[in-house]
Every structure is written in structure tokens, then in C-alpha cells.
């Protein structure tokens, strides 16, 4: 399985970003895909998962400002962030998580097959 991340970038706070991340080596559509990011001197965390069927789960920081989404065709899952803030900078990456549901999202030490992940930096 190798996922590659990317959209990251330097942005005001306010301002959106939309990242994307494509997948190879599985099939796309039976798993659970999740983004995570991690801060400098911070450990990884969750923010967002998306099941098989397109269910979302937000952390508490993401809730109302990020959306999670998917496209199976195109084997792409996407974190459209908005009204962001300097708290958001951090190195954001997606894994597979289990087939079919989100369970566990919230555990890194459960995924395996990390990419080099996207730079997301806000400035304030």
C-alpha cells in the first residue's frame, strides 16, 4: 500500500486549503481512509475518518471547519480545511485504516504504510 499526500502550503489564518491524497496497492473503495497530523515537538492525532459507505468522524479541533471526502474512481481522498488557524500548522498525513469501517481511527500506532505526508503552515 503506498499513499501520497499533497495541497499543503502556507496560508493566512482564515484561509482554506484543500489536501489530497491518492492511494495504490488496495482496493480503494473497502477501506476506511484517515487523516492525521502532528506538530513539531507533538505527537501524531487524528483528525478526520471516512468509512466505505462515505460516514465521516471529525476530532473535536476539525469539527465544523474540515470536511472529509472521497472519490473511489479516482482512488482519492480529500481534507477540505477551512477558517484556519495557526493551532492547524502541522505535517498532515493520510493512512488506511481497516476495511469497510472507522474503528480505532484515533490510534496511529494502528496504521502502518505512512507517506511522506504535506506541510500545512498558517500563519497569524
Known amino acids: 500500500v503506498q499513499v501520497v499526500e499533497s495541497g499543503g502550503g502556507l496560508v493566512q489564518s482564515g484561509g482554506s486549503l484543500r489536501l489530497s491524497c491518492t492511494a495504490s496497492?488496495?482496493?480503494?473503495?473497502?477501506?476506511?481512509m484517515t487523516w492525521f497530523r502532528q506538530a513539531p515537538g507533538k505527537e501524531r492525532e487524528a483528525v478526520s475518518c471516512?468509512?466505505?459507505?462515505?460516514?465521516?468522524y471529525y476530532s473535536d479541533s476539525a469539527k465544523g471547519r474540515f470536511t472529509i471526502s472521497r472519490d473511489n474512481a479516482k482512488n482519492t481522498l480529500y481534507l477540505q480545511m477551512n477558517s484556519l488557524i495557526p493551532e492547524d500548522t502541522a505535517m498532515y498525513y493520510c493512512?488506511?485504516?481497516?476495511?469497510?469501517?472507522?474503528?480505532?481511527?484515533?490510534?496511529?500506532?494502528?496504521?502502518?504504510?505512512w507517506g511522506q505526508g504535506t506541510q500545512v503552515t498558517v500563519s497569524s
Open positions: 496497492g488496495l482496493t480503494f473503495d473497502r477501506y476506511a
Open positions: 471516512i468509512n466505505w459507505q462515505g460516514t465521516t
Open positions: 493512512a488506511a485504516g481497516r476495511e469497510f469501517v472507522c474503528s480505532n481511527w484515533k490510534t496511529p500506532s494502528d496504521f502502518s504504510n
